[in-house]
């Protein structure tokens, strides 16, 4: 599949909805997140790489708010455990319609992969050995979000883990600004003008709403796991990991 530039916001906008993953996100999705997240190719490469270490045979591996699929790709061209199957589950239609395309052409795996459209919010986790919410959890509403984290954790086998990947806030004031500019300066140097930024900010500022690292850490303990850690960041983006 071709990647097609991102230009949903190159032009000045009457009106800026709130931001929702439709069909023309779905179309410029690859484009969008390789230029707006530093170093995102690198963090799902990894997650592959700790799926393949965590994946316990006979066990469910879900990617929550899985977008086009290319965590659960990831996933399954690393796992080698028999028995393990991938549950993608993403409440966009057209992504989850071009995340099946995507998945049909990836030929030679052999660890099946489930994609369901639906709201992660109702699928129920169990047996579970590995389960990522890559990017995802900040699109839910912060009441919900330890609710969510503790269901996830009592459907995830002993040894499992959780992989979560968040836009950060910072709660010191430089260490916000320092991280916001550098954030800046990368969209800048992929491509995006100033226009891009100002209309693709006011658009996610009421349905992405990032909180700090201790936060998701004191959250991750209270749900249930006996180990976090971040294993990865770049500027104002991070990855943990969740160990039961």
Same mark, same amino acid.
């Given at each position: 599949?071709?990647?097609?530039?991102?230009?949903?916001?190159?032009?000045?906008?009457?009106?800026?909805?709130?931001?929702?993953f439709d069909e023309r996100v779905a179309e410029v999705f690859p484009d969008m997140i390789q230029r707006s997240v530093p170093g995102y190719a690198m963090m799902i490469s990894t997650i592959g790489?700790?799926?393949?270490?965590?994946?316990?045979?006979?066990?469910?591996?879900?990617?929550?708010?899985?977008?086009?699929?290319?965590?659960?790709?990831?996933?399954?061209?690393?796992?080698?455990?028999?028995?393990?199957?991938?549950? $993608?589950?993403?409440? %966009?239609?057209?992504?989850?319609?071009?995340? #099946?395309?995507? @998945?049909?052409?990836d030929q030679g795996a052999t660890v099946p992969v489930t994609m369901i459209c639906a709201d992660l919010r109702d699928i129920v986790i169990e047996n579970a050995s590995v389960?990522?919410?890559n990017f995802t959890l900040q699109f839910i509403p912060p009441v919900e979000r330890q609710r969510l984290l503790e269901r996830i954790c009592q459907g995830v086998n002993p040894g499992g883990i959780l992989i979560l990947s968040e836009k950060i806030a910072f709660t010191e004031p430089v260490k916000q600004q320092f991280h916001d500019?550098?954030?800046?300066?990368?969209?800048? $140097?992929?491509?995006? %003008?100033?226009?891009?930024?100002?209309?693709? #900010?006011?658009? @996610?500022e009421k349905v992405m709403i990032p909180e700090t690292l201790a936060c998701h850490q004191q959250r991750l303990q209270t749900a249930g796991f006996t180990f976090s850690t971040v294993w990865f960041q770049c500027c104002n983006f991070a990855s943990l990991v969740a160990i039961k």
């Open positions: 599949m071709t990647k097609k530039p991102d230009v949903i916001y190159a032009a000045p906008l009457n009106k800026i909805i709130d931001f929702t790489i700790m799926a393949a270490r965590y994946a316990q045979p006979g066990s469910h591996c879900y990617d929550l708010g899985c977008s086009l699929g290319a965590v659960s790709l990831a996933m399954r061209q690393q796992i080698s455990q028999p028995d393990c199957d991938i549950v $993608a589950v993403d409440n %966009s239609l057209a992504m989850v319609e071009r995340g #099946r395309e995507l @998945l049909s052409r389960v990522v919410l500019q550098l954030h800046l300066d990368f969209k800048r $140097a992929n491509g995006y %003008s100033d226009l891009e930024i100002s209309q693709k #900010r006011t658009a @996610l």
